[in-house]
Each structure stands twice: as structure tokens, then as C-alpha cells.
């Protein structure tokens, strides 16, 4: 059965971004109000760390712990490490919190790259790895997914995202034929695959079929989008203007997607994710149009 969470990033929560956000007492709250049945982590900190306390935060609202952002550096073999560190720690609390249906979702240090991240959204070859890169890249990513399994018994997906070293449809492609598939699964965000990739999202999920492990749903602005990709912006510039739309109104095909998800037999969470800066809009009702928004798509 599929269930639909949503994410602190909704409410301006995001990795490398500072600025004044809500609490999360606050984030939670709206979460549960405008009705949604669970939530990602959150940058580390950002929610309690004490699996009791952070269990009773989620119990006293009804909502499920899905899965946690981790921002490793894999493209460096000396870091594969410390790497694997965070995504254990983060790991652990997730199995206490939430159980071994959550997941590590690797997000290769967004926008920390300058070169990606100024390029986000137009990335071409010539950005890419060598080959040399690529075998250190996946040598990391199976380390650390094969420590989140042993150490924490949960399983680990790669987050194809703006401003990262996975971003067009050719690094995932070559991402997953580098890495195991019994240890490394695909998060689908159905925003990042459209504008990182130029492709539909439903095309992606009848293609990498049983790789995807876990699914965000976000929607883009194609007027957004061709405008950062004519003015040069950076990553965040286009999230600033926002390029990460409320689901239905901007070009992800989201019937299309859930159709071809239901057509592989996907049983896990759908996570709404409206990446938003600190500041930026109404948290709370945009999160609550989302809402009815699926729920007038069937979920």
C-alpha cells in the first residue's frame, strides 16, 4: 500500500541552506494537520536525536519516520569512512524510530561541488567523472550502504539531485550498473529526474523498475526552468525562484507517474517534497494543496 509522507524540506529545512526556519514542533504539527501519515528526518539536529524523545514527538501526532537525507563525499576514497559514520548514525536512529522499512537516502553533498552547482540543471558530459572517479564513487557508495545494512539493518538509496555528481539520466544509469543492487536502490524525485534530466518521470520508473526504493514527489516550473537554464542560475538561485512548484502546477505528469509506479508493483512511501528556502511562502498551505492535490490523483 502506498503512503504519502512529506519532508522538512517542505517547510525550508535543507541541507547546505541556512536562514530562519520554523521549529520543528511547528513543522510537525502542519504535517499532521494538512494530512500526511509521516515525515523524513530532517537535517541532523533539526528533530530530537533521542530515539524516545523523537518517538514521542511522532507517536503524539500519529506519523511514521520514513527515511533520512545523508550528505556523503564519495567521489573521495579517504572520506568513504567518515562517510559511512554519518549514514550509520543517522541509520540507527531511524531502525529505533521508525524500523527497517525506513532508508538512508544519499545525497552526494548537494551543491558542495562548485562546478555542479553552478551548472545544476544543465549538466553535459564534460562535467562528469572520469572513470577513474566513477569506480572510487560507487566503491563508496556500496561502503556505506553495506554498513548502513549490517550496522543498522535498513536499506540505502541514491538520490539523483540538482547540484550533485548523479544528476542527468546517464550518471544514474551509470550509477546503478557501477554499484550492487542487492545494497543500493534509486529515490525517484520526480522534480530533480525532470529538471536534471529533461525526461518523464514515468518513463524512469518503467525503466529502473525494482531499483527504486523510494519516491519523492515534486513538481517544476518549465517557465522556471527555462529561464535558469537562459540566465545561467545556480542550483539554489532556481529553487529560489521557484523551479519546485505545488504538485499540479507546473509539468510532472504525477497520474502518469503513479500509474507506472502501480505498474511495477511499488508498495513503499510517496514523500511530497516542495524544496523551499527559509522564508519562502506558506508551508502550511501549500503542504495542505499538495495534499488534496494527490488525494484528487487517488492517493
Known sequence: ??????????????????????????????????????????????????????????????????????????????????????????????????????????????????????????????????????????????????????????????????GTLVESGPEVRRFLDATDPDLVGVCLDTGHWTFGTGQEPAEAVRELGDRIWHVHFKDCDPAVVAESRRLEWDGLTSTGHGVFCELGKGCVDFPAVLAALRGVGYDGWIVVEQDILPGMGEPRESARRNREYLRSIGL
Request: aromatic share 6%; with cysteine; net charge negative.
Open 1 to 162: 500500500m502506498i503512503r504519502v509522507a512529506n519532508a522538512p524540506c517542505s517547510w525550508g529545512v535543507i541541507e547546505n541552506v541556512t536562514g530562519e526556519t520554523s521549529g520543528y514542533r511547528k513543522v510537525l504539527d502542519e504535517m499532521a494537520e494538512t494530512g500526511y501519515a509521516g515525515t523524513e528526518l530532517g537535517d541532523w539536529g533539526f528533530m530530537p536525536t533521542d530515539p524516545d524523545a523523537l518517538r514521542a514527538e511522532l507517536d503524539a501526532r500519529d506519523l511514521a519516520l520514513v527515511g533520512s537525507f545523508s550528505t556523503p563525499w564519495l567521489q573521495d576514497a579517504a572520506r568513504h569512512e567518515r562517510s559511512a559514520d554519518d549514514a550509520v548514525r543517522i541509520a540507527k536512529l531511524l531502525a529505533a524510530v521508525g524500523g527497517p522499512g525506513t532508508f538512508i537516502v544519499l545525497g552526494n553533498d548537494p551543491y558542495g561541488d562548485p562546478v555542479r552547482g553552478k551548472n545544476a540543471g544543465r549538466i553535459t558530459a564534460e562535467h562528469g567523472m572520469t572513470d577513474e572517479g566513477w569506480a572510487v564513487f560507487a566503491r563508496g557508495a556500496d561502503h556505506v550502504a553495506r554498513r548502513v545494512r549490517d550496522e543498522a539493518g535498513i536499506r540505502t538509496v541514491i538520490h539523483q539531485h540538482l
